[in-house]
């Protein structure tokens, strides 16, 4: 009875604090003890143990799995129908010809994949079988770490990982804390402080720590590393005792124990559950555009196919409407045959024509394509140029599918802090009631000694100001979560700016705190340390003031805001509050609100980070009104995030101005260079930032987003709290329509008189902008219009931006009716949802984690390193790419196309014109790596000239190269060599043409000689399009060359004993014998590529590219010369953003107003020298490649004449 009522009674108590969903949290027994009877029923759950299982194959699923993974895609469940289509009915080829490729692969895809997943099993056991000490019976006792279960109590030694999520009960610290970092699972290097619950920090020893009897109520597992919610209930006498538990008693796995001698914690989440793990979750699959244009084509040609073997079953038919030819005296049918109906007759001899012509699908392709992204990544990963030494970072490729994709892009978005900035903040000044304070220069007052000649504002206050003044100072030495550190006992950090009389120095999460504390320090406040849940403050008299810290209320990017809660010596209670502008001044009901915001205006628009700051005094009445909220909102289990919050709002009102602070974030280096070579090379770019305007508007002209020419519109809550958001759109829409004569303006085409736009738009007009439903009889859709009017703006910055409004905006260019390629950049956890939202996501390697590098595509020490990446490496990649996917088509059409020509001399009889050997081996051995090779190493411009001219990015925008222009233009060409091959092979040898031992070609000669000049045509076309030659592109085009000459000579030339039959025996050697056979090798290469070259010549001499202008001058060796001449080169199209240089001129000349867009402007151009021999040659001195001597012997082998 008495558990009943127990029961009972902890329903009603969860049922009254409104968690009645309680199947949302999970109980935990620490030690695995049961309650006091009397205190709750127990109900031991079931918990996975701490195996760690990154892999995604066992040793038994492997295969089917694999199988079933690689065959969902369309070209291999394709070729598989193919296959098994070969071997249930009789089809003019072996099934080999389609197996073998096949299996080759599906092979190399498996066993890639099977490697990758043998080395996550290493690495799963390794952590799996680690050693970990766990507290059993007052002994520490080593146990594997897989074994561990939730409830074991862990003792975990300084430098040691956790292994898995614990929560902290006590440490060799008297005040109950530990320092870790988490550079494992966010890049902070920084050491955080956790706090062990405030019941059991006392317990030290294993045998202290076996006595406890506790249960913790927490949360189900959830992958925010930033959030948990719980409670312990401490039995002391069988009588629980509530403490709230929060993230800062919580410790993930993968975080390292420092400077703390040792910890005691109890394991809650294990194996799979733990955050680490939650987080490892697979991320959506992006597709490139040229994945995409790949699928069209092979639509295409799947329709080509299809065709054509409809084509060629209607008109066998037609042929054999003639009885003499339908049954010949040489080939009588069995009686089965002639009572089959003659619909199945045609669907089997459509399928054999299916099999026939069905090498136009490469198959290969596809894996050429994966090992052509996954070896190429590695070209962006050793890249020299793009390795920090600061940091000591390269590139990081986390998927390799997007490469090409870098080389489209058109959108740029960026956050600011720590992107565009080097989130390396100084403090610059403070306002306290109007009067300006500069560290080390002017305090209370009076001018330093060596600031005479600072550019200062000095309104010192009066001599009653000063306690204000003081306790403006306190606030910011109290309001913030700096920890302090001594020199000796920190590892691998870097000192703090100063070298002051302590050797202690400052450590933060946020950069502007450790500033703000180190201004204060430098203005004669000093923070000394949190010791006992006390604050030490060494005043300007070199007096210790200590602060009872009674509550934290914590920064969170909603509130945009912190307070502190502390205790005066004499007793009084204090509420300090630091936050953003916006949350700060609507809170305040007094002080020099209008001094204060001037200054804050005045910081902001010369790029300073401001907060303002402001008190409360708090009677006891009011503390422990909110000691009641708060505490009751901290138990909670359900909605514990909501209700802090409406607790916070409760609690930071009515506050008292104090003053604002202003701190310097300097922009990265070459940050302005980067984004003035973005706009040029034709991509928009927009910054996206929670700052406020001015300070952002500020970094962006000093960034060259904005220059002085640029004309600013605005689109923010200002000017729509005077106007409607339905005027105010359609004046801009208007603004920016009328001066380019009501069309829609190209960033690519920019003109020399026009007005260059720029815009600025706040989070809660876009949130206006952004709401469904916002129709307007004559208008249409507010998005609409902002588009229209974002697509005529050059630059675009968004303030105020919540990361989720972030991703809105980056969704709605990507869905816009143009589809542009969009890429995202930035290096914090608000980033994170932009990032994965755009088409190519970049994380900068910064200082507020690594979440935006962990959810990124590729990854980059700094922003400026985001230029070569696009203007070079991704130039590089499309260019490759294109003309792989387009010259395997193209050699797969000049390859079957003949077979299709040689079933109108043979009577459609599906026989076949190549060789089995042939069939299998043309696109595996004889002409794949020579394309594979091109992929990875061409070089169709110097690198250094794709830096130093951007524009030249425009001429490979969206998608140029894989349009169905240029997709015909490789198509027709392939049917024109396949003509050539097949007609100049044909007519050749029309008359019965003689070996010389006298013997006649047969079927197999004729299509031997077909298949040589298929190999060295379109072998020699790629060598043709080839302009960066290197002695490992010789080898590969030659050397498969002669790979195929000797595989013929010994194929041909040996009796193979595994062979039933070998039609093939000398007849390569016999064809070599003919004189003839030679001539017309020679001739059908040459005519073959001859239109392609002229094509080449008159289209660069007529219709250039600026591409193909450099190609032609490096060719003919002008290369250090070459930007010299730029001006007569692009015919003065250089760059359209050329008056973005003139904001290079010196100082001196600043004052000099800049002349109109009309007018012209000089550019400067940038001359290199090489020291070597330019890396180019264009296709002139390639025409002789056709000089290639192959010895051969003479001889006959027997062989069917037709």
Same mark, same amino acid.
């Given at each position: 009875m008495g558990m009943d009522v127990s029961t009972l009674r902890t329903l009603i108590s969860r049922y009254c604090v409104g968690e009645e969903n309680w199947v949302d949290s999970r109980t935990i027994y620490i030690g695995h003890k049961e309650p006091p009877p009397g205190a709750e029923a127990f109900i031991q759950q079931r918990f996975p143990d701490n195996r760690i299982v990154s892999s995604k194959y066992t040793f038994w699923n492997f295969i089917p799995k694999n199988m079933f993974e690689q065959f969902r895609r369309v070209a291999n469940f394709y070729f598989l129908i193919i296959f098994l289509v070969q071997l249930i009915i009789d089809t003019p080829t072996s099934p080999v010809t389609s197996g073998l490729p096949l299996f080759f692969v599906i092979t190399v895809t498996a066993i890639k994949q099977g490697y990758e997943d043998w080395l996550r099993h290493k690495a799963d056991n390794a952590v799996n079988k680690c050693a970990v000490h766990v507290v059993q019976h007052g002994k520490v006792i080593r146990k594997q770490s897989r074994k561990l279960r939730v409830g074991d109590v862990v003792f975990v030694k300084e430098n040691e990982s956790f292994p898995c999520d614990l929560v902290l009960l006590s440490t060799s610290r008297d005040d109950g804390t530990c320092y870790v970092t988490t550079a494992s699972l966010d890049g902070e290097s920084s050491h955080k402080t956790y706090y062990a619950v405030q019941d059991t920090k006392a317990y030290n020893t294993e045998k202290e720590v076996d006595l406890i009897h506790a249960t913790i109520e927490c949360e189900q597992p959830q992958p925010d590393l930033y959030k948990f919610v719980g409670r312990i209930n401490v039995y002391m006498d069988n009588d629980?005792?509530?403490?709230?538990?929060?993230?800062?008693?919580? *410790?993930?796995?993968?975080?390292?124990?420092?400077?703390?001698?040792?910890?005691?914690?109890?394991?809650?989440?294990?194996?799979?559950?733990?955050?680490?793990?939650?987080?490892?979750? !697979?991320?959506?699959?992006?597709?490139?555009?040229?994945?995409?244009? +790949?699928?069209?084509?092979?639509?295409?040609y799947l329709c080509i196919l299809i065709s054509k073997a409809i084509v060629n079953t209607v008109l066998k038919y037609a042929w054999q409407a003639d009885p003499s030819r339908d049954e010949p005296w040489y080939n009588d049918r069995t009686e089965l045959e002639r009572q089959r109906h003659i619909v199945i007759r045609a669907f089997t001899d459509f399928l054999a024509f299916m099999v026939l012509f069905n090498y136009i699908i490469p198959v290969s392709m596809y894996v050429t394509v994966e090992m052509q992204k996954f070896l190429g990544s590695y070209f962006m990963m050793w890249d020299d140029e793009m390795f920090d030494e600061e940091l000591g970072e390269r590139t990081v490729v986390n998927t390799s599918d997007l490469n090409e994709e870098l080389g489209q892009v058109e959108y740029v978005f960026t956050d600011k802090t720590g992107t565009l900035t080097e989130n390396n903040m100084e403090f610059i000044e403070c306002c306290v009631d109007g009067h300006v304070y500069v560290a080390q220069a002017i305090c209370n007052g009076q001018v330093m000694p060596g600031s005479a000649s600072?550019? +200062?504002?000095?309104t010192s206050p009066g001599p009653g100001a000063r306690e204000h003044e003081e306790l403006f100072f306190r606030a910011l030495c109290l309001c913030h979560t700096v920890q302090v550190k001594e020199e000796e006992t920190v590892d691998s950090i870097k000192l703090g700016i100063h070298q002051g009389k302590s050797t202690s120095f400052y450590i933060s999460s946020s950069p502007d705190e450790v500033a703000l504390v180190e201004g204060m320090k430098r203005l004669g406040f000093t923070y000394l340390r949190l010791k006992d849940s006390h604050m030490e403050i060494l005043n300007r008299e070199d007096e210790i003031e200590r602060f009872e810290l009674l509550q934290v209320l914590t920064f969170d990017s909603n509130r945009r805001r912190m307070s502190v809660i502390v205790r005066a010596s004499t007793g009084e209670v204090y509420l300090f509050c630091k936050g953003a502008d916006s949350s700060i001044f609507p809170r305040v009901i007094s002080g020099k609100v209008d001094q204060v915001r001037a200054r804050v205006e005045h910081n902001a628009v010369e790029g300073l980070r401001t907060l303002c700051v402001a008190y409360r005094p708090l009677s006891l009445v009011q503390y422990q009104e909110v000691c009641l909220l708060l505490n009751g909102a901290k138990l909670a289990l359900q909605d514990r995030d909501k209700r802090l919050a409406e607790a916070y709002d409760l609690i930071e009102k009515d506050l008292i101005l104090l003053g604002a602070t202003a701190v310097e974030d300097r922009l990265q280096e070459k940050a302005a260079d980067t984004i003035e070579s973005l706009h040029k090379a034709g991509m928009k770019v927009w910054v996206l930032t929670g700052d406020k305007m001015e300070t952002a508007a500020a970094t962006c002209y000093a960034s060259k987003l904005f220059h002085r020419n640029t004309q600013i519109l605005e689109l923010t809550t200002k000017r729509t709290e005077e106007q409607s958001l339905h005027d105010v759109l359609f004046d801009l829409r208007r603004t920016v329509l009328t001066h380019h004569g009501g069309w829609t303006r190209d960033i690519t085409g920019l003109s020399g008189d026009y007005t260059d736009y720029g815009l600025i738009i706040d989070g809660a007009t876009l949130s206006a902008v952004m709401k469904p439903g916002q129709e307007d009889s004559n208008s249409g859709n507010y998005k609409e219009i902002f588009l229209e009017i974002c697509r005529n703006c050059s630059a675009v910055l968004c303030c105020r931006m919540a990361p989720l409004q972030k991703a809105q905006i980056v969704k709605l260019i990507k869905t816009s009716k143009e589809h542009p390629i969009t890429l995202a950049v930035g290096d914090g956890a608000n980033d994170v949802s932009m990032i994965l939202e755009a088409h190519v996501g970049i994380g900068i390697m910064g200082k507020e984690g690594r979440q935006a590098?962990? /959810?990124?595509?590729y990854a980059i020490p700094k922003f400026k390193h985001l230029k070569k990446m696009l203007l070079v490496h991704g130039h590089y990649y499309y260019i490759r790419i294109s003309e792989l996917?387009?010259?395997?088509?193209?050699? /797969?059409? !000049?390859?079957?196309?003949?077979?299709?020509?040689?079933?109108?001399? !043979?009577?459609?009889?599906?026989?076949?014109?190549?060789?089995?050997?042939?069939?299998?081996?043309?696109?595996?051995?004889?002409t794949s790596l020579p394309i594979l090779l091109y992929s990875l190493v061409e070089q169709h411009i110097n690198m250094d000239i794709l830096k130093k001219d951007p524009a030249l990015y425009r001429d490979i925008a969206k998608n140029s190269l894989l349009r169905w222009q240029s997709f015909i233009y490789w198509t027709v060409l392939g049917v024109y060599d396949a003509i050539v091959m097949f007609f100049g092979a044909y007519f050749l040898f029309d008359n019965t043409t003689f070996t010389s031992n006298g013997q006649m070609f047969g079927n197999w000669t004729f299509g031997t000689l077909v298949f040589t000049v298929l190999v060295f045509t379109v072998t020699f076309k790629l060598a043709l399009d080839t302009h960066y030659w290197t002695w490992i592109n010789h080898f590969v085009i030659w050397g498969s060359l002669i790979f195929f000459v000797?595989?013929?000579?010994?194929?041909?030339?040996?009796?193979?004993?595994?062979? /039933?039959?070998?039609? +093939?025996?000398?007849?390569?050697?016999? +064809? *070599?014998?003919?004189?003839?056979?030679?001539?017309?090798?020679v001739l059908l290469i040459t005519a073959g590529l001859l239109p392609d070259v002229l094509k080449k010549v008159i289209w660069r001499a007529m219709w250039p590219t600026t591409t193909e202008r450099i190609q032609m001058f490096a060719g003919l060796g002008y290369v250090p010369a070459l930007l010299d001449n730029a001006d007569k080169l692009y015919k003065g199209q250089l760059s359209e953003f050329t008056p973005l240089d003139r904001r290079r001129s010196s100082s001196t000349n600043r004052s000099r107003p800049n002349p109109p867009r009309s007018e012209p402007f000089s550019k400067k151009v940038m001359l290199t020298r090489w020291q070597r021999p330019p890396d180019y040659r264009t296709f002139t001195p390639?025409?002789?490649?056709?000089?290639?001597? !192959?010895?051969?012997?003479?001889?006959?082998?027997?062989e069917t004449c037709v």
């Open positions: 629980p005792v509530a403490r709230p538990l929060g993230s800062e008693n919580l *410790l993930l796995r993968g975080a390292t124990l420092k400077n703390t001698q040792y910890i005691y914690a109890v394991a809650i989440y294990t194996g799979m559950e733990t955050k680490m793990a939650l987080n490892y979750q !697979c991320k959506s699959q992006k597709r490139s555009a040229v994945e995409k244009s +790949m699928n069209a084509y092979l639509v295409v600072m550019d +200062m504002i000095d590098v962990r /959810n990124s595509d996917v387009q010259y395997f088509f193209y050699k /797969n059409v !000049c390859f079957i196309f003949p077979q299709f020509l040689y079933q109108f001399f !043979c009577g459609f009889s599906q026989q076949p014109l190549y060789d089995t050997a042939y069939l299998t081996l043309y696109n595996i051995s004889f000797v595989f013929s000579l010994l194929w041909g030339g040996i009796i193979w004993p595994f062979l /039933n039959y070998q039609r +093939m025996y000398y007849v390569f050697m016999q +064809m *070599l014998s003919s004189g003839p056979a030679w001539l017309s090798i390639l025409l002789g490649f056709t000089d290639v001597k !192959c010895s051969s012997k003479q001889g006959a082998g027997p």
